[in-house]
């Protein structure tokens, strides 16, 4: 079983607006996707999210704000399978469902883009808010809870700080003393090589991963 195919794209939002020129004055609450879908973003419909969505926008945003080495930005796309790669490591016999919990723990940045931790710290509670309320819809539509359990989310942070850690000296010019003490000692058992990917292709490693990770989501 493969990841849900784009189902046809209905031919108006769920609920919101038009843009700020609309006649009640309002702005415009949702974006189009290249699917046709348009995501409400203030009240996120599970059916209006497609993986080619996700995996498009994901490949097409990057980490540390693009300030890191290579040809090409290191996208959140790769960032997610890496920490979906180390959570089976924390945890062997992890079973798929969790671990494309793990490869989705950052999907709702495909229409929102990477914050910066700093940033998000300043705009506060409501952002994160805003950013779990998408979460949660997007694990509806992929057969997840809307709510982790604890055990599972408290797995997946470790393994996204221990994926910063290596993104930071690998990739962002972090020494090794400034890795420690924002995230954590060295991960033990791990080196992982990151090479930053054209958006194309880190795309593709995001669909196929899910796709392997699906039939028993």
Request: aromatic content about 6%; glycine content about 6%; proline content about 10%.
């Amino acid at each position: 079983m493969d990841c849900p195919q784009q189902s046809p794209a209905r031919p108006g939002p769920r609920t919101g607006t038009t843009k700020a020129a609309a006649p009640n004055g309002e702005p415009r609450a949702w974006q189009r996707m290249l699917s046709g879908r348009r995501l409400n973003l203030l009240d996120p419909s599970p059916m209006d999210i497609e993986i080619e969505d996700i995996a498009h926008g994901l490949a097409r945003v990057a980490r540390w704000n693009g300030q890191t080495r290579g040809d090409h930005a290191f996208s959140v796309a790769q960032h997610c399978l890496l920490v979906e790669h180390i959570a089976l490591h924390l945890k062997p016999g992890l079973p798929p469902r969790w671990r494309l919990a793990a490869l989705l723990h950052d999907a709702p940045e495909y229409v929102v883009g990477d914050l910066i931790s700093p940033f998000k710290a300043a705009l506060g509670l409501d952002y994160k808010q805003f950013e779990n309320r998408l979460l949660s819809a997007i694990h509806q539509r992929f057969g997840l809870p809307a709510e982790l359990p604890e055990t599972i989310r408290g797995l997946i942070k470790k393994a996204d700080r221990q994926a910063a850690y290596w993104e930071a000296v690998s990739l962002a010019g972090f020494t090794l003393e400034e890795a420690a003490r924002y995230f954590g000692p060295v991960p033990r058992g791990q080196d992982p090589r990151l090479e930053p990917q054209a958006p194309p292709e880190a795309a593709r490693a995001f669909r196929a991963r899910c796709a392997a990770l699906m039939p028993e989501a």
